[in-house]
């Protein structure tokens, strides 16, 4: 019995997930329709291999809508929970195609990737400013060839990704 009670209080008991539990975070990559998953997909492509602002399809924003608030509802999330999570899971979507078309470009993702973890943890754990993407967008590109307006529009985004995958998972702790 005393067992039993230690390992209540310990919390070794499965109790429902809470928006805390990154666990339940990828839950919206999961309840995306493949139509929708390939439509975002498409959408990064193309930002990716432009300079102007990235835009999205229509669906995009009402099917993460859906997905988020289906998962919302299974986990008992809060609306702070669910805003990371659409966020998050469009960047992580994203994630693969910004690492492989920084590679083409002649870019190490990894390097670039190791480069954001240098930052202090609290600019990481929220949006960074336009100064401080700039600064690490410059820092990233040495090599005067590719010091291109195309590059950095590339570089940005990417960072933008990984800055997003990062904050949305710490909001979506604190939520």
């Not at 979507?93 to 390097?111: E, H, L, N, S, Y």
Request: aromatic share 6%.
């Amino acid at each position: 019995m005393r067992i039993i009670g230690l390992c209540l209080i310990a919390g070794f008991v499965a109790l429902p997930a809470h928006a805390s539990d990154l666990a339940t975070m990828e839950c919206v990559v999961g309840k995306l329709k493949p139509a929708l998953r390939t439509q975002i997909e498409t959408d990064v492509t193309r930002n990716l291999g432009s300079v102007a602002k990235p835009s999205y399809d229509p669906s995009v924003p009402s099917g993460l809508a859906n997905a988020a608030h289906e998962c919302a509802v299974e986990n008992k999330w809060s609306d702070a929970a669910v805003q990371a999570a659409r966020i998050y899971t469009l960047a992580r979507i994203g994630w693969p195609i910004a690492q492989r078309t920084v590679g083409q470009k002649g870019f190490d993702a990894a390097m670039l990737e190791a480069q954001f973890q240098t930052l202090p943890e609290e600019e990481r754990n929220r949006p960074l400013t336009t100064q401080e993407m700039q600064d690490l967008v410059k820092s990233s590109v040495t090599d005067e060839a590719q010091q291109t307006r195309e590059n950095a529009m590339l570089l940005n985004q990417f960072f933008s990704m990984l800055n997003i995958m990062q904050y949305a998972s710490y909001e979506f702790s604190q939520a």
